[in-house]
């Protein structure tokens, strides 16, 4: 059955579109014609404004276009969304939005302290993985499916925890320090280890986890988190099975692998430019030794 029927607002999200939109708008009106009114700016390079276009528009195809609606009727496609959303999205955020931004937002009274707390990388560590893998419960997990407020704040939540999460790693502002060589590889690797168990739950399961995919009822109530309830009440409904031929416990598994693959391809992508910096790095320094070195051997020739 196509999912055509649930009609243009569920498939295309108009609502989220426009705060998008205005979200998009505030940013460059910040970014370029309020900046002079910043004690601290730099100008929008070109290269942070196509990071925030990018962020926007791969936010919008995992929330506002029918992956989303997809999302909520196989669970490979809710994997797909959780993957991109917390491990793609924040890092292009933090990189697109100036350091003079971020610097005014985190020295606010109410954010400082506790923006400085969730950024230590063994807490930013702990509490995002640990709420990523919590949300996976299947009774946890049911539960907040079933309520539109709970799914929207929980989800909301984890999202600013991935930016604590991902601060260490890619920040770019001036006196704050990101992890240095070594440690951002360990952390990148901690990272990866500590998403695996929630991963190999849902990959090795044999069983059905969650009824928000497989029982009927269950699912026709977490459908009305994307599906307007007058819409759903005109459908005759009886189960996701109507939108697809996996069987339920194999869509469940390849959305477990489908998370690890893009956990995997994002973090070796970071692996990937932190060997890069760090050869780069070596290389500058042998030149700065060798110019020393060959500055002192001029000068011990000249007395």
Known sequence: M???IFGFQSLWSPLFMLVLAFISVLFFLITVKWRKDFKESEPLTKRQAGLFVTAILVLYAVKGSPVDLLGHIMF???MVQMAVLYLVVPPLLIKAIP???WKVVIELPVIKNVFRLFTKPLVALIFFNGMFSFYHIPLIFDYIKMSETLHGL???ILFI???FMWWPLVNEMPNRKQLAGIRKVGYI???????TPACALIIFASTPLYATYSDAGSWLKAMELCVPVTTLQGLNLSGPELFSNMPVVEDQQLGGIIMKIIQEIVYGYILAI???EWYRKEQRDEETITQEAL???QSNLIK
Not at 189 to 195: E, H, P, Q, R, Y
Request: glycine letters at 8%; charged letters at 5%; zero cysteines.
């Open 2 to 4: 196509p999912i055509g």
């Open 76 to 78: 490979s496609y809710h």
């Open 99 to 101: 350091w003079w931004v």
């Open 154 to 156: 929980y989800t909301f």
């Open 161 to 163: 925890f991935a930016i």
């Open 189 to 195: 690797f901690a990272n990866g280890i500590l998403l």
């Open 274 to 276: 932190v060997f890069f």
């Open 295 to 297: 500055a002192r051997h």
